[in-house]
Each structure stands twice: as structure tokens, then as C-alpha cells.
Nanobody, 125 residues
Framework: QVQLVESGGGSVQAGGSLRLSCAAS????????MGWFRQAPGKEREGVAAIYTRGGTTYYADSVKGRFTISQDNAKNTVYLQMNSLKPEDTAMYYCAAGGSWIRSPIRPHEYTYWGQGTQVTVSS
């Protein structure tokens, strides 16, 4: 079992920045991959970014490349999502997720087993 707790959401104006945090606890075998996903009202959950915690390899959705950065602090068992140049279309509930070595497509939501409760990000124009 892996427990995930997100924090750092909020409301910002377009062009602003936010940093999300995801603190993980529990089994390390279930958190080889850590990902950030988002879901806007009426839309499907989509992958934003993912990181392989054993090696640091990262993946990003095309919509956030160059604006978002995923990183990790292994000492704190925490993964971050730095979001810069935010746009109104980034508004969504953001979720942290963890999965094991079975993951083959790191930004596909249904490959992940463990999920946090989500944190809201609202970007106004």
C-alpha cells in the first residue's frame, strides 16, 4: 500500500506559477513511478507528467512541455510539480498517483494503482 497526500493547489492569474507537492508513504515497491494527473469538470482524467523514481526519467504531456517540471526529493519521499506560465485551460483538480514497475505508459491514468485525494488548481484570465 502507498499513501499519497497532495498539497499546494490554489488560485492564480494566467501567467502565474504554483508548485504542487505529493508526499508518499508506505510500500516502496508501489511507487516506482509517480505521476501527476488532472481532471477538469466534464472531462476525462489526463496525464500531465510522470517520473521514474529509481532513475529520474520524466515524461510530459505535450500541453505542458516547457511550462511544467516534475521533480523528486527522495529524502522526503516527495514529488513536486512546478507549474509556470499557467493558462486558464490548466484549471482542474490535480491528482498525484503511484505505480510499480509494471507501468509501460507513464502518463496513462489507468496504469496507476494508488491515488491521492486531489488538489484544486484554478487559473483565471
Amino acid at each position: 500500500q502507498v499513501q499519497l497526500v497532495e498539497s499546494g493547489g490554489g488560485s492564480v492569474q494566467a501567467g502565474g506559477s504554483l508548485r504542487l507537492s505529493c508526499a508518499a508513504s508506505g510500500s516502496t515497491y508501489g511507487s516506482y513511478w509517480m505521476g501527476w494527473f488532472r481532471q477538469a469538470p466534464g472531462k476525462e482524467r489526463e496525464g500531465v507528467a510522470a517520473i521514474y523514481t529509481r532513475g529520474g526519467t520524466t515524461y510530459y504531456a505535450d500541453s505542458v512541455k516547457g511550462r511544467f517540471t516534475i521533480s523528486q526529493d527522495n529524502a522526503k519521499n516527495t514529488v513536486y510539480l512546478q507549474m509556470n506560465s499557467l493558462k486558464p485551460e490548466d484549471t482542474a483538480m490535480y491528482y498525484c498517483a503511484a505505480g510499480g514497475s509494471w507501468i509501460r505508459s507513464p502518463i496513462r491514468p489507468h496504469e496507476y494503482t494508488y491515488w491521492g485525494q486531489g488538489t484544486q488548481v484554478t487559473v483565471s484570465s
